[in-house]
């Protein structure tokens, strides 16, 4: 972009005025693009980072190309509020940080919007989970059990979340509702809600709270939504509670024992006066699954937890693990059963009963 006034124009040229990174866009098998400053651009591709060639004139073409965004998609820019989120025309996701909080140089990061939904045989093929893995969250979907996606950034999250939407029956009212949006759902009676937060215009920011709050009045048979980084959390829960069965969302933890850690910590930013022990049961009876994914050292994203959520016994809340992954044995299953699958057979799903005893592989 050449000035602060020129805006990503919605054609199949647009890419065009990104300049040294427009190859980059347009490369499907590249999954991020890291702009630190004018000379330094990195790209993310199958699951590698690494330095490219392309660089720009100066760091005022970044900051010109960085207002110019800002002010299409109706952001406030400036040394008051340097930082902010918004999405490329393809849906892809952007992200700029500015001088003065950006102490070296204006820094730009795209995380590239794929064109379409994985299957769960492409995350089979991919090695991110097996067939026998698969099976078994289909289960989860189908029983309508609240499941929590814990990993870090970059781990594959949204990925999976899709994939576990897809499992939900055709004929369910589903409600999502992100920061931006990036699950591909193709059911017929679904809802997508995006939040609204620091705008040029005047009207009042609508948070993902706000939009969880709203989504209960809209008849939801489940409710997904994107990431819970805060306060929303307690509202996510709260729907989980008020039989919302079979709601998913997903945030940013190391393990899944952390997810719940953290969980905790997001409800207490909200509601800093319920005792412990009541907060630790609302979550224990919320939340029945915990899958952690993680991108490995390989690039390969693969998921490596997955944990029942039981109940609350002495102010702990009880967990044991279901499935683990590890370098030496892969995939491998620990032989306990659930007590959440009485849910299958409730539903109606033919569920092995020896599916937990049989030797794994």
């Given at each position: 972009m050449s000035s602060s006034d020129s805006l990503p124009k919605k054609n199949s040229d647009w890419r065009l005025q990104f300049g040294p990174i427009a190859e980059y866009l347009k490369d499907s098998e590249i999954t991020e693009i890291m702009i630190n400053g004018a000379d330094k651009i990195f790209i993310e591709k199958n699951g590698l980072i690494k330095k490219t060639?392309?660089?720009?004139?100066?760091?005022?073409?970044?900051?010109?190309?960085?207002?110019?965004?800002?002010?299409?998609?109706?952001?406030?820019?400036?040394?008051?509020?340097?930082?902010?989120?918004?999405?490329?025309?393809?849906?892809?996701r952007i992200h700029c940080v500015l001088p003065p909080v950006a102490i070296d140089w204006p820094t730009i990061t795209i995380r590239k919007h794929s064109l379409g939904a994985k299957s769960h045989t492409q995350l089979i093929t991919n090695g991110t989970m097996d067939e026998k893995i698969g099976y078994f969250l289909n289960c989860c979907v189908a029983a309508r059990l609240?499941?929590?996606?814990?990993?870090?950034?970059?781990?594959?999250?949204?990925?999976?979340?899709?994939?576990?939407?897809?499992?939900?029956?055709?004929?369910?009212?589903?409600?999502?509702?992100?920061?931006?949006?990036?699950?591909?759902?193709?059911?017929?009676?679904?809802?997508?809600?995006?939040?609204?937060?620091n705008r040029l215009d005047s009207s009042k920011d609508i948070t993902i709270g706000d939009l969880v709050r709203n989504a209960l009045r809209m008849r939801p048979d489940r409710i997904i939504v994107g990431e819970c980084r805060g306060h929303e959390a307690f509202d996510?829960?709260?729907?989980?509670?008020?039989?919302?069965?079979?709601?998913?969302?997903?945030?940013?933890a190391n393990t899944a024992r952390d997810g719940l850690r953290r969980l905790e910590t997001m409800v207490l930013l909200k509601q800093t006066d319920v005792p412990l022990k009541v907060m630790r049961?609302?979550?224990?009876?919320?939340?029945?699954?915990?899958?952690?994914?993680n991108r490995q050292a390989d690039?390969?994203?693969?998921?490596?937890?997955?944990?029942?959520?039981?109940?609350?016994?002495?102010?702990?809340?009880?967990?044991?693990?279901?499935f683990g992954w590890n370098q030496k044995e892969g995939f491998r299953s620990f032989g306990l059963v659930p007590r959440f699958v009485e849910k299958f057979y409730e539903r109606g799903i033919n569920f092995p009963k020896d599916f937990f005893s049989n030797k794994y592989k």
């Open positions: 060639p392309a660089k720009y004139n100066s760091n005022l073409d970044l900051i010109k190309l960085a207002h110019g965004l800002a002010k299409w998609n109706k952001h406030t820019i400036d040394p008051e509020n340097p930082v902010y989120q918004t999405t490329l025309p393809d849906g892809s609240n499941i929590l996606v814990c990993g870090g950034t970059g781990s594959g999250k949204t990925t999976l979340l899709n994939v576990l939407s897809s499992f939900i029956p055709s004929y369910e009212r589903i409600i999502t509702i992100e920061d931006t949006v990036e699950l591909k759902l193709k059911n017929d009676n679904l809802i997508r809600l995006e939040s609204k937060t996510m829960l709260t729907a989980m509670n008020t039989g919302h069965e079979g709601s998913m969302t997903t945030l940013h049961h609302h979550i224990s009876t919320a939340v029945d699954l915990i899958i952690q994914i690039g390969k994203r693969r998921i490596v937890e997955i944990m029942e959520v039981g109940g609350l016994e002495s102010d702990v809340i009880l967990t044991q693990d279901i």
